[in-house]
Antibody, heavy 120, light 107 residues
Framework: QVQLQQSGAELVKPGTSVKLSCKAS????????MNWIKQTTGQGLEWIGI????????SYNVKFKGKATLTVDKSSSTAFMQLSSLTPEDSAVYYC?????????????WGQGASVTVSS | DIQMTQSPSFLSASVGDRVTINCKAS??????LDWYQQKHGEAPKLLIY???NLQTGIPSRFSGSGSGTDYTLTISSLQPEDVATYFC?????????FGSGTKLEIK
């Protein structure tokens, strides 16, 4: 079955970067886009952007341009999101989610989420 | 960006009740509207995509409808396992935007 296994919780200092991973299994990794979503109590759910694992092509929410960088490693069927210049406002749970049903944006499978806490 | 206004934000209903949750978009989203269920401590799960298509494995008591700017998720007969927060998501245009969520509890 389709599974997206995300990396664990991170406690990081302001001004640093963090790289989250999302390992896909149970399907052909390059056949489906991968979305990334941020969830906080205050702002709810926010779409960060999307990557096409086959081509490496990306599209970002303008709000997260310069903050998030999406990449993939096809050899390990893993998607990555690097968050840079971290501030406390970046503290959140981050999800990867596969695009399905013939659409890049219908998220039919989600990772379990990765908690990022930015604190000195 | 397209704004998604979801209502109500909180809903308490009895087992067996018919429950409806609404999302209103700030512009026409051409039925590119999905519904997600998020149980406490879990990731969101897709229920319905493109307004009225049930995700595989989702019980038939869940249904969706709507067009233009107005969309509805209906649970025909509420079950205890339906306690969760429900979100709508528009994917008519980027950036994708979510509703603020409806927290559903059993009375």
């Amino acid at each position: 079955q389709v599974q997206l296994q995300q990396s664990g919780a991170e406690l990081v200092k302001p001004g640093t970067s963090v790289k989250l991973s999302c390992k896909a299994s149970g399907y052909t990794f390059t056949s489906n886009h991968m979305n990334w979503i941020k969830q906080t109590t205050g702002q709810g759910l926010e779409w960060i952007g999307i990557i096409n694992p086959g081509s490496g092509g990306t599209s970002y929410n303008v709000k997260f341009k310069g903050k998030a960088t999406l990449t993939v490693d096809k050899s390990s069927s893993t998607a990555f999101m690097q968050l840079s210049s971290l501030t406390p406002e970046d503290s959140a749970v981050y999800y990867c989610a596969r695009g399905g049903y013939g659409s890049p944006y219908v998220m039919d499978a989600w990772g379990q989420g990765a908690s990022v806490t930015v604190s000195s | 960006d397209i704004q998604m206004t979801q209502s109500p934000s909180f809903l308490s209903a009895s087992v067996g009740d018919r429950v409806t949750i609404n999302c209103k978009a700030s512009q026409n989203i051409n039925k590119y509207l999905d519904w997600y269920q998020q149980k406490h401590g879990e990731a969101p799960k897709l229920l319905i995509y493109n307004t009225n298509n049930l995700q595989t494995g989702i019980p038939s008591r869940f249904s969706g409808s709507g067009s233009g700017t107005d969309y509805t998720l209906t649970i025909s007969s509420l079950q205890p396992e339906d306690v969760a927060t429900y979100f709508c998501l528009q994917h008519s245009s980027r950036p994708l935007t979510f509703g603020s969520g409806t927290k559903l509890e059993i009375k």
